[in-house]
């Protein structure tokens, strides 16, 4: 089976701390992806990569960056958080040309 | 414009009773579909996908969903709903650079 991790399941962090969220998969997916998803806005990409060192902004990428520099890891970086960043994030990977599949998500709270 | 529509927001049903969850979507070419299920404070787990062949595909935990390309539809269904169903149900869409679009999912309640 596919197993995605991700480091946290919550955190809670102060306005203006850098935050680093890591995601972990281990089937050799070539994709990672970095959504958040918050009540009534569904799910919405942040970033995602395609391979070790490239990344692509997704729909909301403000606020944030990513760093892969091995393949089973891709991590979402905040560089300094604020409370409209207090969400739900799911990290995702998945082969070339077919599905995704999550980890269990961190509960970020910024206060 | 690509886009995954589910008109309904929040369902109610039964247990044991019958389900389908309604999915439109919006894709010039030929779609590569998705239903998701995430439980309370989880992650989302792949129920089934469509990628080609057979309209009719069959899914885990009873689940199956039926692709209509005339009505832009990827239906999700089941005989018979249990009370560990109750879940958000995410229809999704694959377009290119293998991003995915998500429906703003439907909340599935359970009646004992």
């Known amino acids: 089976d596919v197993k995605v991790t991700q480091s946290s399941r919550y955190l809670v962090k102060r306005t203006g701390e850098k935050v680093f969220l890591e995601c972990v998969q281990d089937?050799?997916?070539?994709?990672m992806f970095w959504y958040r998803q918050d009540p009534g806005l569904g799910l919405r990409l942040i970033y995602f990569?395609?391979?070790?060192?490239?990344?692509e902004k997704g729909d909301i990428p403000e606020g944030y960056s990513v760093s892969r520099e091995k393949k089973e890891r891709f991590s979402l970086i905040l560089e300094s958080a604020s409370t409209n960043q207090t969400s739900m994030y799911l990290c995702?990977?998945?082969?070339?040309?077919?599905?995704?599949?999550f980890g269990p998500g961190t509960r970020l709270t910024v206060t | 414009a690509q886009s995954v529509t589910q008109p309904d927001i929040h369902i109610t049903v039964s247990e044991g009773a019958s389900l389908e969850l309604r999915c439109n979507y919006s894709?010039?070419?030929?779609?590569?579909l998705f239903w998701y299920v995430q439980s309370p404070g989880q992650g989302l787990q792949l129920l089934l996908k469509?990628?080609?062949?057979?309209?009719l595909v069959q899914g885990i935990k009873g689940f199956e969903a039926e692709f209509k390309r005339s009505q832009s539809s990827f239906n999700l269904r089941k005989p018979s709903v249990h009370w560990s169903d109750a879940a958000e149900y995410f229809c999704?869409?694959?377009?290119?650079?293998?991003?995915?679009?998500f429906g703003p999912g439907t909340s599935l309640s359970v009646i004992p």
């Open positions: 894709y010039g070419a030929t779609p590569y």
């Open positions: 990569s395609y391979d070790v060192k490239m990344k």
């Open positions: 469509y990628f080609s062949g057979d309209t």
């Open positions: 995702a990977s998945s082969f070339k040309y077919y599905e995704q599949y």
């Open positions: 999704a869409l694959k377009t290119s650079y293998d991003k995915v679009i």
């Open positions: 089937m050799d997916h070539e994709n």
